[in-house]
């Protein structure tokens, strides 16, 4: 990962309990950032224990994240929770995944309430067992009205099927005639995305050092600024976080075009 030193304007000095001391600017806080949370198994293993130990303690980074996110302004927040391609691992781990995912649901809604969070579910959310639909909904229902941030939880997604979907509810309304072919923009397309409305992520953080995308986004994601670090999901933290959105800070983003 290559560090550019520029001179910043316009920051502020940002304290926090976790004793970390340093310089935020403004005006590049990222507004959406999506995380891929990788590693879970692995961290388990390390310590000769089971994966859902793993995933247990990866529950408590996300409310660690969650909580960063909103004390510093971070608009939108995207969690890879879920895979379209995590149905096949095995039944038990499955099971326990979702039961997880229940607790959490439930155990996090005053959190948000508290601290004006609004969650949000993108995916094939009908594929979920139903306790954790209900589980969803009531906290998306209680939240519904918080403006504070927009916490997005990928559920069951994956970026082919959606494209796949977008693709169809776009052919279906052009063979009605409610679509002209024609005039079909890339707003056209995000419009019929899980997305809809929000603007493509800034940042994409993916942990464990796996150098992949794994489905993720992968329309929103072009001219998304992507960092990869080498830590295991459960033990990412906000020092960590801090520092890599210090590192988004000193990038040029130049969509495609140049500034000589």
Same mark, same amino acid.
């Given at each position: 990962?290559? !560090?550019?030193?520029? %001179?910043? %304007?316009?920051?502020?000095?940002?304290?926090?309990?976790?004793?970390?001391?340093?310089?935020?600017?403004?005006?590049?806080?990222?507004?959406?950032?999506?995380?891929?949370?990788?590693? /879970? $198994?692995?961290?388990? %293993?390390?310590?000769?224990?089971?994966?859902?130990?793993?995933?247990?303690?990866?529950?408590?980074?996300?409310?660690?994240?969650?909580?960063?996110?909103?004390?510093?302004? @971070?608009?939108?927040?995207?969690?890879?929770?879920?895979?379209? #391609?995590?149905?096949? +691992?095995? &039944?038990? #781990?499955?099971?326990?995944?979702?039961?997880?995912?229940? %607790?959490?649901? &439930?155990?996090?809604?005053?959190?948000?309430?508290?601290? /004006? @969070?609004?969650?949000?579910?993108?995916?094939?959310?009908? +594929?979920?067992?139903?306790?954790?639909?209900?589980?969803?909904?009531?906290?998306?229902? *209680?939240?519904?009205? /918080?403006? $504070?941030? *927009?916490?997005?939880?990928?559920?069951?997604?994956?970026?082919?099927? #959606?494209?796949?979907?977008?693709?169809?509810?776009?052919? @279906?309304?052009?063979?009605?005639?409610?679509?002209?072919?024609?005039?079909?923009? !890339?707003?056209?397309?995000?419009?019929?995305?899980?997305? &809809?409305?929000?603007?493509?992520?800034?940042?994409?953080?993916?942990?464990?050092?796996?150098?992949?995308?794994?489905?993720?986004?992968?329309?929103? @994601?072009? !001219?998304?600024?992507?960092?990869?670090?080498?830590?295991?999901?459960?033990?990412?933290?906000?020092?960590?976080?801090? +520092?890599?959105?210090?590192?988004?800070?000193?990038? #040029?983003?130049?969509?495609?075009?140049? /500034?000589?």
């Amino acid at each position: 990962m290559i !560090y550019v030193k520029k %001179k910043r %304007k316009n920051s502020l000095s940002f304290n926090t309990d976790f004793s970390l001391h340093t310089d935020f600017d403004t005006a590049s806080i990222p507004s959406h950032v999506a995380i891929i949370m990788d590693g /879970n $198994g692995r961290w388990a %293993k390390k310590r000769m224990l089971n994966r859902v130990q793993g995933h247990r303690k990866g529950a408590e980074t996300v409310r660690t994240i969650v909580e960063c996110c909103r004390e510093i302004g @971070i608009s939108i927040l995207t969690l890879y929770a879920f895979s379209t #391609e995590n149905w096949q +691992r095995p &039944k038990m #781990e499955v099971a326990a995944l979702m039961s997880l995912l229940a %607790k959490f649901l &439930k155990s996090e809604q005053k959190n948000m309430l508290d601290n /004006n @969070i609004r969650l949000n579910a993108i995916g094939q959310i009908e +594929r979920l067992p139903e306790h954790v639909r209900q589980a969803l909904h009531e906290a998306m229902t *209680l939240t519904k009205n /918080n403006e $504070g941030m *927009l916490f997005n939880l990928a559920l069951s997604y994956g970026g082919r099927a #959606e494209i796949v979907r977008m693709v169809r509810d776009v052919a @279906i309304k052009a063979k009605e005639g409610r679509i002209d072919p024609d005039s079909i923009t !890339y707003e056209v397309v995000s419009d019929h995305l899980y997305t &809809k409305g929000m603007p493509d992520p800034d940042l994409l953080v993916r942990t464990s050092g796996e150098m992949r995308i794994s489905n993720f986004l992968l329309c929103q @994601i072009a !001219y998304t600024e992507i960092f990869v670090t080498d830590t295991l999901w459960p033990d990412f933290s906000k020092e960590e976080f801090l +520092r890599i959105l210090q590192n988004y800070q000193h990038r #040029e983003r130049r969509f495609g075009s140049t /500034n000589n």
